[in-house]
């Protein structure tokens, strides 16, 4: 087991210089569940998770995020906002972020 060590600890205003917050949305029809494919070596963390202006939790499987809560022939906003690192462009994030999603 890792013990955490004060020292190994990034200072926050450190922590913003070598990372910035990536925020995606996209409206989709619901059937039954969402998954969504991460690239984990651009997305750092995932620190929101938004459906329809509300937090739902959320499951992984294999790094990918499922949401299981999506409202039936609706559609529904889904809102993800991530953690990436600031020597990226913004064009590179917004095509290697997110892989892909599928809705079931």
């Excluded at 922590?15 to 070596?41: A, D, P, Q, S």
């Excluded at 529904?76 to 892989?99: C, F, G, H, Q, R």
Aim: glycine share 2%; charged share 30%; hydrophobic share 40%.
């Amino acid at each position: 087991m890792t013990e955490f060590h004060e020292e190994y600890r990034i200072p926050p205003t450190e922590c913003l210089k070598k990372m910035k917050l990536f925020y995606w949305k996209e409206t989709v029809r619901g059937r039954e569940k969402m998954e969504i494919k991460l690239n984990h070596r651009v997305v750092a963390a995932v620190i929101s998770l938004r459906m329809n202006g509300q937090e739902i939790s959320r499951t992984t499987d294999s790094g990918n995020i499922c949401i299981v809560q999506l409202q039936e022939d609706n559609e529904n906003l889904i809102e993800l906002a991530a953690m990436v690192p600031s020597d990226l462009s913004w064009t590179e994030i917004k095509k290697n972020a997110i892989l892909s999603y599928n809705v079931f």
